[in-house]
C-alpha cells in the first residue's frame, strides 16, 4: 500500500509518500519558523494561512520525488490533531477532498502517534513493546507502546513540557524562537555545576514531571546576578539548565524501564535532537543492556513521514476516516484505538 501523508498542526507544513512495500519514497517540508520568529512564538492564524500557501506544491513534490502519480496513491493520511484547530483543518481538508477526488480511503492520524511511530522509518527499529519518551514543545510523557494503536500513558508533565521550557528559558537568555536548539548551542561553551538547578520530582517515586520551577530557578538566578551577564555567564547558565532537564528525563526514562520491566526506549519529538540527552540515555541504557531508539535528526521535529508510516499502518489494519473532515485540537493519545473512525468512507 502506497500512503500520502500530510502534517499541518503547528508551524511546519509537510508531505511524504510511505510505501508499505518499499518504505518511504519521498518527503517535503516548509518550516514557518522564519515567519512566527519576529512574534517570539506561533501566531495560529498566520500558521494557517501559509500551510495554506504551501500544501500543493510540497504534496508535488513528495510525489515527485517517489516517482509517483495520483492514480499510485491508495491512501491518504492526515493530521487529525492535537494541535492548533486552523492549522490541522488545512491539511485535514485538503487530505480528505484529495482522498474523494482520488477515490482513495483517508485516516486521520493522531500526531504523537506519528512522533512515537517514527523510529519505525529507520532499518534499525524496536519490536513492540518499548517505552517511549515523547518530548515535544507541547508534550512531555513517558508511554508504553505495545503496538499501532495501544498505548499506556505512564507519566506526564503537571505544567511545561521539557521544550517549552527549553524555549522559555532561551528567551530568558535572550535567544530567539524557537530557542531550544540555540539554547543546546550555547550551552556547548558553558561550564558545568556552575549553576547547579534542581532535579524536579526526580526524589520521589512516580513518572511525572514538572518543568516550570526551573525556568523560575533561572530567572532567580538571572535577578540574584543583576544585569546583564557576560557571555560565559549566560552559557554556564544555559549548561545548567540543559543538564536539569537531561538528567530528569534520563532518570524518569531509566525508571520507566525498570518499572515495566522492558529493555527498548524510543525517544521522540523535538528535545530528542538534543545531544546531551542522547548521550545521557545511551550511557545510561548501555550499562543496563537496554537500548535506545531515535528517528534520524530531522524526523525528530514535525514532518510529514511519520504521519504517512502512522496513517499506513492503520489503513492497512482497515480503518477508514468517513467524509466528515476530523480535526480536534486535544486528543489524548492513551484514547487511542486502531480502530477509531472505522467507517467505510
Ligand atoms: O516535536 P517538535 O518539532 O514540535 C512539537 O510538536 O512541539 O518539537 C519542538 C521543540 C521546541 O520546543 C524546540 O525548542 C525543541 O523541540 N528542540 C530542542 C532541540 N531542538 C529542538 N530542545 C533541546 N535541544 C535541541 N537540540
Ligand atoms: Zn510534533
Known amino acids: 500500500m502506497r500512503v500520502l501523508g500530510i502534517e499541518t ?7 511524504a509518500v510511505y510505501d508499505a512495500e518499499r518504505g518511504l519514497l519521498g518527503h517535503a517540508l516548509h518550516s514557518q519558523v522564519q515567519l512566527h520568529a519576529e512574534y517570539g512564538g506561533v501566531v ?11 500544501l500543493l506544491p510540497l504534496i508535488r513534490e513528495a510525489m515527485r520525488q517517489a516517482g509517483t502519480g495520483p492514480e499510485d496513491i491508495e491512501g491518504i493520511a492526515y493530521t487529525a490533531g492535537p ?24 485516516v486521520g492520524v493522531h500526531h504523537l502517534e506519528g512522533h512515537l511511530l517514527a523510529p519505525m522509518l529507520e532499518d534499525e527499529h524496536p519490536d513492540f513493546p518499548f517505552v517511549a519518551l515523547l518530548v515535544s514543545g507541547g508534550h512531555t510523557q513517558l508511554m508504553r507502546v505495545n503496538g499501532v494503536g495501544d498505548y499506556e500513558l505512564l ?5 511545561d513540557a521539557a521544550g517549552e521550557a527549553f524555549d ?21 561553551s558553558g561550564r558545568p555545576d556552575v549553576f547547579r538547578f534542581p532535579r524536579p520530582m526526580t526524589d520521589r517515586p512516580g513518572l511525572d514531571f514538572s518543568f516550570s520551577g526551573l525556568k523560575t530557578a533561572v530567572v532567580v538566578a538571572l535577578q540574584k546576578l543583576g544585569g546583564a551577564p557576560a557571555e560565559q555567564t549566560r552559557a554556564d547558565l544555559a549548561r545548567g539548565f540543559e543538564d536539569a532537564v537531561v538528567d530528569t528525563l ?15 526506549l524510543v525517544v521522540a519529538g523535538g528535545v530528542g535532537a538534543n545531544r546531551r540527552l542522547r548521550e545521557q540515555l545511551r550511557a545510561r541504557l548501555d550499562a543496563r543492556g537496554a ?7 530531522e524526523f525528530c521535529t514535525d514532518n510529514a513521514a511519520m504521519i504517512a508510516y502512522a496513517g499506513c499502518q492503520r489503513l492497512l489494519a ?27 468512507a
Open 9 to 15: 498542526s503547528c508551524d511546519e507544513t509537510a508531505a
Open 318 to 344: 482497515g480503518e477508514r476516516a468517513d467524509l466528515a473532515i476530523d480535526a480536534v485540537a486535544r486528543w489524548p493519545l492513551s484514547d487511542l484505538t486502531l480502530s477509531r473512525n472505522a467507517e467505510t
Open 44 to 54: 495560529p492564524e498566520l500558521a494557517s494561512r501559509d500551510h495554506i500557501r504551501k
Open 168 to 188: 522559555k528559558t532561551a528567551k530568558l537568555l535572550g535567544l530567539p524562537y524557537p530557542g531550544g536548539a540555540a539554547l543546546a548551542a550555547l550551552a556547548e
Open 155 to 159: 507519566g506526564e508533565t503537571v505544567d
Open 250 to 264: 534520563a532518570i524518569k526514562a531509566v525508571r520507566a524501564l525498570d518499572e515495566t520491566g522492558l529493555d527498548a
Open 83 to 106: 494541535g492548533l484547530i486552523g492549522a490541522l483543518l488545512t491539511g485535514a481538508c485538503l487530505g480528505r477532498s484529495l482522498a474523494w477526488a482520488w477515490n482513495v480511503p483517508a
Open 291 to 297: 537500548r535506545v531508539f531515535y528517528p534520524r535528526i
